[in-house]
Nanobody
Framework: QVQLAESGGGSVQTGGSLTLACVIS???????????MAWFRQAPGKEREKVAG????????FYADSVKGRFTISHVNAQDTLYLQMNSLRPEDTAMYYC??????????????????WGQGTQVTVSS
């Protein structure tokens, strides 16, 4: 069993920055680290979309076109924490943000159905 806990959301103005964190907790011997993880977001009335993904086996990171050059995904091994640094935020970035761990074998996991474990989400609101 893997538990994910996001934090760091909040309200900012256009152009501001936020850093989201996702603490990864593994509660069973079978909770082996996946070879990738991701950040998704879902705005009201819209489908959940993958905004960033990270590979733990040397592959390139993934960014949605809408966030390229503004968001950076990273992972700190010592803390087993996934981060999403978000700069130059825009009103269209307003959404609930979730970190997610995929089913075994699902990496790079382009779809939300590839993911087994999800955090509770953290709200990001960007005002103009």
């Amino acid at each position: 069993q893997v538990q994910l806990a996001e934090s760091g959301g909040g309200s900012v103005q256009t152009g501001g920055s936020l850093t989201l964190a996702c603490v990864i907790s593994r509660h069973s011997p079978s909770a082996v680290r996946r070879s990738c993880m991701a950040w998704f977001r879902q705005a009201p009335g819209k489908e959940r979309e993958k905004v960033a993904g990270i590979s733990f086996v040397g592959g390139p990171s993934f960014y949605a076109d809408s966030v390229k050059g503004r968001f950076t995904i990273s992972h700190v091994n010592a803390q087993d924490t996934l981060y999403l640094q978000m700069n130059s935020l825009r009103p269209e970035d307003t959404a609930m943000y979730y970190c997610a761990a995929p089913y075994f074998g699902a990496c790079p996991g382009p779809r939300d159905t590839d993911y087994e474990f999800w955090g509770q989400g953290t709200q990001v609101t960007v005002s103009s």
